[in-house]
């Protein structure tokens, strides 16, 4: 019997022991962990000044890399021919993107050797205000808040002056410079009556039937007869005929904010003089009438009796 119980104390002893040391080793193994990982500092992403985001295309990018998710950004240096419209085509994606991503710029055209920012996909940078908060932001772009922070899983406090990438949406115009806000805004007026290869722009120009130098008062989009054509704008139809002069058959529509369109060399008519209209709403076919050599659309901008040039107006 005294064997026996004293086998029990051993054993008891000996688990007692045993387990002891398992643990007090777990502890020390735990502490030297917790010295180890304190040792190593907390990873934070260095803030940048506003200025040097907006000046420094290279700092963008690396800023960016480091806290966006899923969208590649890279620095462009600027090549002949080059412009923004070409650029995003190239990319898959509309102008509003290159112009939302380089707030530095202060007009649409960008010269041979300038740098600028392209993303792989299409969307804008916010510039963070001062009391932004991550609801307020996702609310301006009409985006959802989760998908914009998983977005930018880099930025973990809102700092002003810094940025978020807003995927798929526009620039925002009044956190635009001053410059690029009338631009911006006066190419939001009108929208173009169709979209084709741009065949003659505004200005001087060598006349393809007299050969004369003569003064080009629109544009020529080269499109098949028969191609719907849409207001500009919304306004009412003053000119709807047959007969207007080198126009042909043609359109004139009065915007009622002291803008006027014209679209010439039309094939047939869906509107009527005194019509009102919508922007958008299909108002002819094009066609060849009038003095042309082939089919277009003829399409003019005035203020007041002035031509201006509908590049500037229409994306
Ligand atoms: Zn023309």
Redesign the pocket.
């Known amino acids: 019997m005294i064997k026996i119980k004293d086998i029990i104390f051993r054993w008891v002893l000996f688990v007692i022991f045993t387990l002891s040391a398992v643990v007090i080793t777990q502890i020390i193994i735990v502490k030297k962990a917790a010295a180890i990982l304190s040792s190593v500092p907390i990873v934070s992403l260095p803030t940048y000044s506003h200025h040097d985001l907006l000046n420094d295309v290279n700092l963008r990018v690396k800023y960016l890399a480091a806290r966006v998710r899923d969208t590649n950004f890279f620095v462009y240096t600027v090549r002949p021919k080059d412009n923004l419209w070409k650029l995003a085509k190239k990319q898959g994606y509309s102008v509003h993107t290159l112009i939302g991503v380089n707030p530095q710029l202060k007009t649409y055209e960008i010269n041979v050797n300038q740098k600028i920012l392209i993303p792989s996909s299409g969307g804008c940078l916010h510039p963070i205000q001062d009391n932004d908060t991550w609801q307020k932001i996702a609310q301006r772009y009409d985006i959802d808040v989760d998908e914009l922070q998983l977005k930018n899983f880099g930025v973990s406090k809102l700092v002003q002056g810094e940025y978020i990438f807003i995927p798929g949406k526009y620039p925002s115009i009044d956190l635009m410079n001053k410059s690029m806000q009338e631009k911006y805004e006066q190419r939001s007026l009108f929208q173009s009556p169709l979209s084709g290869r741009y065949s ?1 722009v505004f200005g001087k120009r060598l006349h393809p039937v007299t050969g004369k130098v003569s003064f ?1 008062g ?1 544009i ?1 989009i080269a499109v098949p007869s028969g191609t719907w054509v849409g207001a500009a704008d919304d306004g009412v139809v003053i000119v709807a005929s047959t007969n207007v002069s080198h126009y042909g058959t043609a359109v004139f529509i009065d915007h009622k904010n002291g803008y006027i369109t014209h679209y ?1 060399h039309l094939s047939k008519l869906y509107v009527r003089v005194g019509q009102k209209v919508r922007k958008g709403q299909l108002i002819a076919k094009s066609g060849a009438t009038g003095r042309v050599t082939g089919p277009h659309l ?1 399409f003019t901008i005035k203020k007041g009796d002035k031509a201006l040039d509908p590049m500037k107006f229409i994306w």
């Open positions: 003659s080009h629109g020529d010439g003829h």
